[in-house]
């Protein structure tokens, strides 16, 4: 008697596995087939909650996260607070059973506002490494309206896709960060009478992305055409955190706050206003004035900013964190049996050379790796075991490469 799968009639040859049953057989594909077929036709028991790929008694509280994030990022609290308690509250969401009263927590997209180098993406990067779930970063300067040169919002999901293997499900609870939003600001307060292609078009488009909808995502990226099989990303899952620097935005901060100056009780709140930092008076409407429309603006809740460094905290940045940029030099000298470390003189040389370029963190970085290049080419060819670097001679490899472009205006 030929064995046969009784459902696809494949014989045993045929099929990778042909499992016996009483009065049949059916091959392991068939038993693929039907358990999808099952799993997409039988409705969820009622109370049962997605499946997040951890529990909620798992989830770590917004305590817990911030304290993760003070591990790898220093200062910010209030966008750590901001950001710890919007996740945290995202996820319940996704684990909220369903239920009758008629009750549905809405999702809390966040907004952060910061200048450059003062860990925006880092925040986001962080968070999305605590929590386990597909993350991807995106640029908005990429993107155009739909039907021009450059790239569609889609795409973003599209990234988001790779990132997650094109498992859907997964993709569907993942986190987006969308960077430089601010480079999508409309060209004027009014809206545009003519296509604005890569400013209040690429916003237009973000519309629905942020909201929640079914998107039709081409499947390895690239433009769409109509013959191409799409994947359907529904995106009401999708945590989106916007970051931006909003150059300038201060200026319009400092207008609003000034039109409320009249009489002597408003002369003294303004003496009390913090002009270092007018950052931290950011409302929505600032953001209206500088160029987003009013929908994203609603689609993105959570408003936080993020305070410019001093030197006390780029002081701290160099070395404390976990994944600091001393402790990253130390263990690539390590990998080659070598002892690096730094004097202190050296440190605070690097800080006040920080401070003149104006860069941010990221211009810790260039200025190290400026001083380190000649070390790093010559010393894993020598037979050195400790290798200190000193003041003198940061002064002079930093002198001999002429950074003096870096400085900021």
């Known amino acids: 008697m030929k064995r046969v799968c009784s459902f696809c009639g494949r014989g045993e040859r045929e099929v990778p596995l042909l499992i016996t049953g009483l009065n049949g057989f059916i091959c392991s594909d068939c038993v693929q087939q039907a358990y999808r077929i099952v799993k997409d036709s039988l409705p969820a ?61 809405e999702k809390s997209n966040i907004i952060m506002v910061g200048s450059t180098g003062t860990g925006k993406t880092l925040l986001a990067r962080t968070i999305a490494k605590l929590l386990h779930v597909p993350f991807t970063i995106v640029d908005a300067t990429v993107f155009t309206e739909a039907g021009y040169v450059g790239e569609d919002v889609e795409s973003i999901l599209s990234r988001l896709l790779q990132v997650a293997d094109y498992d859907v499900k997964a993709a569907e609870r993942g986190i987006v ?16 009478i003519t296509r604005d292609v890569s400013g209040e078009g690429v916003q237009q ?36 955190i916007c970051g931006g620097a909003f150059d300038g935005i201060e200026r319009k901060i400092a207008q609003r706050m000034n039109t409320h100056v009249v009489g002597y009780n408003s002369v003294q709140n303004m003496q009390r206003i913090d002009k270092s930092n007018l950052m931290k008076y950011i409302l929505p409407q600032d953001l209206k004035s500088f160029g987003l ?37 130390i263990k690539l000298f390590e990998m080659d049996g070598i002892k690096l470390s730094f004097d202190d003189d050296t440190l605070e040389y ?30 894993p060819s020598k037979k050195v075991k400790t290798f200190k670097v000193m003041l003198d001679y940061a002064k002079k490899q930093l002198e001999k490469a002429n950074l003096s472009g870096l400085k900021g205006n």
């Open 205 to 240: 488009g973000l519309l629905k992305l942020l909201e929640g909808s079914v998107v039709n995502v081409p499947p390895k990226g690239g433009r769409k055409h109509p013959d191409q099989d799409y994947i359907h990303v529904d995106t009401r899952n999708i945590l989106f």
């Open 45 to 105: 028991a009622k109370g049962d909650k997605e499946d997040l790929g951890f529990e909620l008694a798992d989830l770590p509280k917004p305590r817990d996260i911030k304290a993760y994030l003070d591990q790898y990022v220093i200062g910010q609290d209030d966008a750590k607070r901001y950001l710890a308690v919007s996740v945290y509250n995202h996820y319940k969401r996704l684990a909220q059973a369903t239920t009758d009263d008629g009750v549905e927590i």
């Open 177 to 192: 960060f969308i960077d430089e939003i601010d480079k999508i600001a409309r060209k004027s307060d009014n809206p545009s």
């Open 350 to 379: 690097i800080v006040d050379k920080a401070v003149e370029y104006k860069l941010g963190a990221r211009g810790l970085r260039s200025i190290m790796e400026t001083i380190m290049m000649d070390a790093m080419f010559e010393i």
């Open 293 to 329: 429309i009013p929908e994203i603006i609603g689609r993105l809740p959570v408003l936080t900013y993020l305070n410019p460094l001093d030197r006390d905290a780029l002081r701290r940045i160099l070395t404390e964190p976990k994944n600091s940029i001393v402790k990253q030099q």
